[in-house]
């Protein structure tokens, strides 16, 4: 999930209007295939932001607002498009901003778990709520979208063991060890490190997830957290939802050296639709753009054209003009799906979109319908039947499976216990 400054988001937005998802082409070919693979294999996606969206943008109606039809304008996701986009399982997000203080961080959670499970139980025919993967294949036989959820954040549990094993059991299946900000134990791939990647504490923490037959999710973690937690842990890990970075060169992306240890632990790379991590041209387009605004007008410390809000203006259309956003497309995100696949293998890429987390989207993929468009693409370019039932959701219903396996092995093991100043308060001292 990317969050930008209100000011980015406000620019990118005026720039265009939303383009939707054009339906699959009832000529295509392919289609037909796809159906029938998709009426039995599900289609699982790692991270959706919908609960994030629906607090934000709904507030109090969130709890009662009909979910079946909603504006497209202004969130990704709806039941009937969720339908329409052959989803067959779910990790909700329960995100909360980074930037609170870690008890509140706590309750924002809590809300957030218990709106995914007031959605499931007003709409028992659309939703099911799933833990393990047998519960997503019994969702699927019966219909209904297997609704997984996931922590985006380490900050969430506020160094506590005991706040991780509550998200565990009410049914939290993944932790992202950090979101944009490093945290007390573990570095961030956005925010300056300060760990050279995970910590004692953190260590523990992820052999407590394993413990727990929680998910280890790497998404959002700078590299060298990617390889501590791989290192560490004794199931198969995720990326919930991010991307290449040979294709894409953003930290939030995932290296070919990181791939080919994925690929060792068993794990899954869920491929992110954010264009700037699809896209390396939009990337330094964006990273330019964002910067106008302290370059033509930014007080109260100054700029080109301070105090003179018409010829900051000018200045920022004439950027825009001479410097037009890069378009970015569903073969670019096949991309990078190809390209996960090739270096890692078939049985180690899926799909994270990052719905209602993004300010834009691909072209022709604006939303939860659209899935069908990126497996038709990768089927135009000889994906097999088996391969795209892997990359659907065989290959993070395997992981899943891996984790409840570990998590029985690990069942006489006592539960961890120890705070963070604990465990890591000798190694910090010694640092200083």
Same mark, same amino acid.
Do not use: C
């Given at each position: ?207 407590? %997830? /394993?413990? =727990?037959?929680?998910?280890?999710? +790497?998404?959002?973690?700078?590299? $060298?957290?990617?390889?501590? *937690?791989? @290192? #560490? ?58 910067? %106008? /605004?302290? =370059?033509?007008?930014?007080?109260? +410390?100054?700029?080109?054209?301070? $105090?003179?809000?018409?010829? *900051?203006? @000018? #200045? ?58 990126? %497996?038709?693409? =990768? ?54």
């Amino acid at each position: 999930m990317t969050r930008l400054s209100l000011a980015l988001a406000a620019s990118l937005l005026a720039l265009s209007a939303p383009l939707r998802a054009e339906p699959p082409d009832p000529a295509d070919p392919n289609l037909p295939r796809l159906k029938r693979l998709l009426a039995t294999a599900p289609l699982i996606d790692g991270h959706n932001d919908w609960a994030e969206a629906l607090a934000g943008k709904a507030g109090d109606k969130r709890w009662t607002m009909d979910l079946t039809k909603l504006d497209p304008a202004a969130y990704d996701t709806d039941i009937e498009r969720l339908r329409q986009g052959m989803v067959g399982g779910q990790f909700w997000s329960v995100y909360v901003s980074p930037s609170l203080p870690g008890p509140e961080q706590v309750k924002a959670t809590l809300e957030q778990i218990d709106l995914i499970k007031s959605i499931v139980r007003r709409y028992p025919n659309d939703f099911a709520l799933a833990r393990t993967a047998a519960d997503v294949v019994a969702a699927k036989k019966a219909g209904k979208i297997a609704s997984m959820m996931g922590a985006e954040g380490g900050g969430q549990i506020d160094e506590s063991f005991s706040v991780l094993r509550a998200y565990a059991a009410l049914g939290v299946g993944y932790l992202t060890l950090t979101h944009s900000k490093t945290i007390s134990w573990a570095d961030s791939a956005t925010d300056n490190p300060q760990h050279d990647g995970l910590t004692p504490f953190g260590i523990a923490v992820v052999r407590e %997830l /394993n413990r =727990l037959g929680m998910l280890v999710d +790497l998404a959002h973690v700078s590299e $060298g957290t990617m390889l501590d *937690a791989i @290192a #560490a842990s004794r199931a198969p890990v995720i990326f919930s939802h991010s991307s290449a970075r040979a294709l894409t060169d953003h930290t939030r992306n995932v290296s070919d050296a990181v791939l080919k240890k994925v690929a060792e632990n068993g794990g899954v790379v869920m491929v992110n639709f954010a264009p700037q991590y699809v896209s390396d041209a939009r990337r330094i387009w964006g990273a330019e753009e964002g910067s %106008l /605004n302290a =370059l033509y007008n930014q007080p109260p +410390l100054g700029g080109l054209y301070i $105090g003179e809000p018409e010829k *900051a203006k @000018a #200045a920022r259309e004439a950027w825009l003009k001479a410097h037009p956003k890069p378009v970015v497309t569903v073969a670019m995100v096949a991309d990078h799906v190809d390209h996960i696949a090739k270096v890692a293998g078939h049985d180690h890429v899926g799909l994270g979109g990052d719905y209602d987390g993004l300010v834009e989207l691909p072209q022709g993929m604006s939303g939860v319908e659209s899935y069908p468009a990126l %497996l038709l693409e =990768l089927m135009k370019r000889g994906w097999t039947d088996a391969d795209i039932a892997k990359l659907a959701g065989g290959n993070i219903l395997r992981v899943m499976a891996a984790a409840e396996k570990v998590a029985a092995s690990m069942a006489n093991e006592p539960p961890a216990t120890a705070t963070e100043k604990a465990l890591d308060g000798d190694a910090k001292a010694a640092a200083k």
